[in-house]
């Protein structure tokens, strides 16, 4: 393991073209102690959640927004073949309807899985730089909620098959590494109107609850977290606070009332050793 350092701009750029980030140091960097992760919704990008997380100002946090691992085709926007260099993005392996026109809340996220725990967390925030899991914090909207989630899901298992597993990667290593032997969690994961997408449920039927904590805020009529949803997640996850808003829908938190229970569960989180 490498001594913990904070990360830089160029410890990042192995990871382009397949990743794009958009990074927001703590102030002032050197008061790092933690690091926050931010997935877009549906066909959104890197840079609003880049400006979010300047707004949420977190002490001793370092805000990395990630692109999604995919361009939406132009058609699905109602735009021209033709109209230029893509900027809205989805984390799916696919793009599928179903029977109700709608796309399919669980394209599959092994694509993203592999980018985001292989190589973001395991190559460069744990391998380079020397952070651990439980020092990271996840932040994700709609799809980007979902695939925050099936994130620490994952992680109870070391992160799954293949590019996906977290991995402690030592002198002449490739890029698989060997798999790490830190502690399977998250210090924590906000989720807005993401649910936990069953691809990213391990088989094993003896498999233990996930310990990485969960706040998982969504509005009065979700079409997304459900009772069903919430009881898949009270399944995979140890701890678990649900908040449900007073207006129906999912959208970004607009009111000081919205904000203040992941603001709440931010310093919580950040007050913890784990």
């Known amino acids: 393991m490498p001594p913990t350092r904070i990360p830089t701009s160029e410890d990042f750029t192995p990871l382009l073209p397949h990743l794009t980030l958009s990074l927001v140091p703590a102030s002032p960097p050197e008061s790092t102690t933690a ?8 066909g959104d990008a890197e840079p609003a959640f880049a400006s979010f997380a300047r ?19 132009p058609a699905l926007l109602g735009l021209p ?6 900027n809205h993005f989805h984390w799916g392996d696919d793009l599928t309807l179903g029977s109700d026109g709608e796309l399919d809340q669980d394209p599959g996220f092994e694509k993203a899985m592999g980018q985001v725990l292989g190589r973001l967390i395991g190559e460069v925030l744990i391998g380079k730089c020397g952070w651990e899991t439980q020092d990271i914090l996840l932040f994700g909207f709609g799809q980007g909620g979902s695939l925050a989630l099936g994130l620490a899901s994952r992680l109870r298992l070391g992160g ?3 590019e996906g597993r977290v991995t402690e990667v030592k002198e002449g290593d490739g890029e698989e590494g060997a798999v790490g032997r830190r502690p399977k969690v998250f210090k924590g994961v906000v989720s807005i109107g993401g649910a936990l997408p069953a691809s990213t449920i391990p088989s094993i039927s003896a498999r233990e609850k996930s310990r ?8 009065s009529k979700s079409e997304a977290i459900d009772e069903v949803a ?3 997640l009270k399944q995979e996850f140890a701890d678990v606070k649900m908040v449900e808003w007073k207006r129906p829908d999912d959208g970004p938190p607009r009111n000081s009332e919205e904000v203040l229970p992941m603001m709440e569960f931010f310093s919580e989180r950040l007050r913890s050793d784990f």
């Open 230 to 232: 919430t009881d898949v």
């Open 160 to 162: 799954g098959e293949g």
């Open 81 to 86: 073949l033709d109209s230029g260099p893509a």
């Open 55 to 73: 707004s949420l100002a977190l002490p001793g946090v370092l805000a990395i927004s990630v692109r999604g691992t995919s361009p939406l085709p």
């Open 212 to 219: 990485t904590p969960l706040l998982v805020c969504h509005g």
């Open 35 to 42: 690091i926050l992760l931010l997935f877009h919704g549906l």
